[in-house]
């Protein structure tokens, strides 16, 4: 999905999505990856992308998957370390 979405925003010239920081006010790309694998399915179903359906299955789905693997809510490995993955936490 990362990929496609790469693919759709290049020749259309969509730029990053930019945050502020806080605690700086320093501006910088934000990279979605701090986003939950839930927290994107309920925005999804709030949006009416998806019917509470599709929502119920993929949720399960996603339980199951990150259960069986070892995953943490953003879908990396449970073992990694705190604020470790990129766009996680603050710029200071």
């Known amino acids: 999905m990362q990929f496609r979405r ?4 290049g020749p259309k010239g969509i730029q990053p999505i930019k945050m502020r920081c806080p605690k700086s006010g320093a501006v910088s790309s934000f990279d ?3 986003v ?4 994107a399915l309920f925005a999804l179903k709030k949006e009416g992308i998806i019917t509470d359906a599709e929502f119920k299955e993929l949720n399960s789905r996603w339980m199951k998957h990150k ?5 943490d809510a953003y879908g990396h490995k ?4 705190k604020g470790d993955a990129k766009g996680v936490g603050s710029c200071c």
Request: net charge positive.
């Open 78 to 81: 449970a073992d990694r370390q």
């Open 67 to 71: 259960t069986k693997h070892k995953l």
């Open 6 to 9: 790469n693919l759709a925003q």
């Open 36 to 39: 939950s694998i839930r927290s």
């Open 32 to 34: 979605i990856s701090g």
